[in-house]
């Protein structure tokens, strides 16, 4: 898995031209882009060890930081492949509260985020 990670995060530096990341994920992509990556980083399977490579990649490419903080946040906290597991040891109530309680988070850490990497750039 770890090597189908980085040959992915490779090809990722390869294959997406840089003004397509840029207008879609980069840091002028703003508010877009930190919401496109929440959805990205909600709907992303695996683990840290698929994650964290893709998101490298990614950022060696011209991906924002905030639009980053946000996939790995929402990655973190909503990862919908994980939601039948946690439906089915904690219950569909628990599950429910805990996406409820945890909606907002993603994109105000992706905006935080890219707030403190403008103002310390």
């Not at 683990?47 to 490298?56: D, E, F, K, R, S």
């Amino acid at each position: 898995m770890l090597i189908f990670a980085f040959t992915v995060a490779g090809m990722i530096q390869v294959l997406i031209p840089t003004e397509f990341l840029s207008k879609w994920v980069g840091a002028e992509s703003g508010m877009k882009g930190i919401f496109l990556g929440t959805i990205a980083g909600s709907l992303s399977p695996g683990g840290p060890y698929v994650n964290l490579p893709i998101v490298a990649g990614l950022l060696k490419s011209g991906a924002g930081v905030g639009t980053m903080v946000a996939f790995l946040t929402a990655w973190s906290l909503w990862a919908v492949a994980r939601l039948p597991m946690d439906i089915g040891i904690v219950g569909w109530k628990f599950t429910y509260i805990r996406l409820l309680s945890t909606f907002f988070f993603p994109p105000i850490a992706g905006f935080i985020a890219q707030k403190i990497f403008n103002f310390i750039k």
